[in-house]
């Protein structure tokens, strides 16, 4: 049979035109003498990374080396036994320990600087710069124990040395615990990490090694960089700033261990007092449709006050802030700088001139961008209607605290204005007044009277529905909150509103203790009947020449006495 020859493909060749194959002998004839051209560059540069690569061929040499491969392999695991010990030590360095009547929250964070943090809400925290390292250590109080609290606050048969020692003794226990729980949670960390890495229980053992040398290496700077003089220097932020003397005697706290103990026993017992109290106030809670007003008075230059308002402020979310006046202590130009830190706060400022505050510490105040001087006039502020009214004294001096100005004097000016008020027939939501002689004569014209002066909070509901609400001093009356037996306190108040019918809710009565003082008190108070009918008074009668304040310049009352006033205004020299 003959055999089947396989069929084969016939190739056809394209025969390119002349003028095609004479370029492309062209370009041939160009690139052969372009690599002509190019040879000795190529020569030049192998020369050149020839003599660059000798010196590194012993390093490259020797880092082939099985020693240069087991150091590698040693630092490698060095890393990851640091890095997963110390990932563990912050996550197993979390603890929840009962101190006193509280639970307290141990922590370890990491940090550039070390230190102790002891966050106390709502008063605030403080930090102390007691060692340095890459590991800080955090309490902070998460729960109050009202039981606890009420057998703590109540009990008469624990003297306090032994509440010291029982509070320091479940202090230190929770650190333990805390201390325990990191070790091992670092050591597994490391272990697991290494287990991972290099898949093998040697190296995963050596680096949980490293990891526990890590902890030790941080536990003796620690040790040795202690600062015993830190518990004499905490930097506190919140309402407890500027507030040092909370915690006793800074010089007692570096020479005696053990007083500084009883001071923190102290400071626990006066929060669970904070506590327990809040715990039994009224049950208004306010809500999304509550305005809420910070009302302060009387600051008296006092730069502590600026950071108590704006963490009340901060803290209640308050929407305004109403200074019923003596913002200064002598109304100087000097003292306008003062008035700049109102600008800090993200409310406005609403301000009525005091007896210590010139017409300069008006003009500071509204120079402010959220700053709002009230002289005699009405703003709408957040839908509220708010006259205020400059008090028309100025008395900077002590000389002239006991002036011939009284309040039967104050209450004749409030009438003048209050009558100037009605005739205007705008009634306001709030009145404000510096001094409540004066502000008692708006009783009828307004639901809410706001005042200062005397230093001391007082509120009462006068005969024709009006609340006059005087307001202490904010300031601790400055440098004359030292003239009296017990310094003066630091108060203010956080007043809540209805945004729908602009009447008074209720309140918060906010007290810190003055120089030298420890307690820290907040009461709420309800309005009995928000919505109460206010009556108009009985209209006064005009006032005559003869009268003492429309006759006379402000500039001039607290000097001159009343058989000298003049029935026509004097000129100014």
């Known amino acids: 049979m003959p055999r089947s020859r396989k069929p084969t493909a016939s190739v056809s060749r394209v025969r390119l035109p002349a003028p095609a194959r004479a370029r492309l002998a062209s370009a041939r004839t160009r690139l052969s003498a372009a690599r002509t051209r190019l040879g000795p560059a190529r020569a030049r540069l192998s020369a050149a990374r020839t003599r660059l690569a000798a010196p590194l061929h012993p390093i490259a040499a020797r880092l082939r080396t099985p020693r240069m491969r087991r150091t590698g392999r040693v630092l490698l695991v060095i890393a990851v036994g640091l890095l997963g010990g110390f990932a563990g030590l912050l996550l197993g360095g979390r603890v929840d320990t009962p101190v006193g009547p509280t639970n307290v929250a141990l922590t370890l964070r990491a940090s550039w600087h070390g230190g102790t943090t002891i966050a106390i809400p709502p008063l605030g925290s403080l930090h102390l710069d007691t060692h340095w390292g890459p590991i800080a250590l955090r309490a902070q109080v998460t729960e109050l124990r009202l039981a606890a609290a009420r057998e703590f606050i109540e009990s008469s048969n624990v003297s306090d040395q032994q509440m010291t020692d029982r509070i320091a003794g479940q202090l230190w226990h929770g650190i ?62 919140g309402l407890l700033a500027n507030a040092p003397r909370v915690v006793g005697d800074a010089r007692n706290l570096v020479e005696r261990f053990t007083s500084y103990r009883a001071q923190l026993a102290r400071l626990v017992g006066n929060m669970s007092r904070l506590y327990a109290a809040t715990s039994t106030l009224p049950t208004y809670e306010p809500d999304p449709s509550t305005l809420r007003i910070v009302h302060v008075s009387d600051i008296h230059l006092n730069p502590a006050a600026w950071d108590v308002i704006r963490s009340v402020a901060n803290q209640f979310q308050a929407d305004l802030i109403i200074d019923s006046g003596d913002l200064m202590d002598h109304g100087t130009r000097a003292e306008d700088r003062f008035a700049d830190d109102i600008s800090t706060f993200r409310v406005p400022y609403v301000y009525v001139r005091g007896n210590h505050d010139s017409r300069g510490t008006q003009k500071a105040v509204a120079r402010q961008k959220n700053g709002v001087v009230l002289d005699g006039t009405t703003r709408q502020i957040e839908n509220l209607n708010i006259y205020g009214v400059g008090d028309p004294r100025y008395t900077p001096d002590k000389s002239t605290r006991g002036d011939n100005v009284g309040d039967a004097q104050m209450h004749a000016e409030g009438l003048r204005l209050a009558e100037k008020l009605r005739a205007s027939g705008s009634l306001p939501d709030i009145v404000i007044a510096h001094d409540p002689a004066e502000g008692s004569a708006f009783s009828g014209l307004t639901p809410l009277v706001l005042s200062g002066h005397l230093h001391k909070r007082e509120t009462s509901l006068l005969p024709t529905g009006t609340r006059l609400f005087v307001q202490g001093s904010t300031g601790g009356a400055g440098l004359r909150g030292l003239e009296h037996e017990e310094p003066t306190p630091i108060e203010l108040s956080v007043l809540y509103f209805s945004r729908a019918t602009h009447r008074l809710q209720g309140w918060d009565d906010l007290r810190l203790g003055g120089l030298g003082l420890t307690s820290a008190q907040i009461e709420r108070h309800l309005e009995p009947k928000p919505d109460r009918t206010i009556t108009p008074p009985t209209p006064a009668p005009a006032p005559t020449p003869s009268s003492p304040f429309p006759s006379l310049p402000a500039s001039q009352w607290p000097t001159t006495p009343p058989s000298a006033w003049p029935t026509t205004p004097p000129s100014r020299p």
């Open 176 to 237: 333990w615990i805390m201390l325990l729980k990191a070790v091992l949670a670092a050591l597994a960390s490391a272990f697991v990490a290494g287990l991972l890495v290099f898949r093998s229980w040697k190296r995963a053992l050596s680096g949980a090694g490293v990891a526990l040398a890590g902890m030790i290496a941080i536990s003796l700077v620690a040790w040795l960089s202690f600062s015993p003089r830190s518990l004499a220097e905490p930097r506190y932020t």
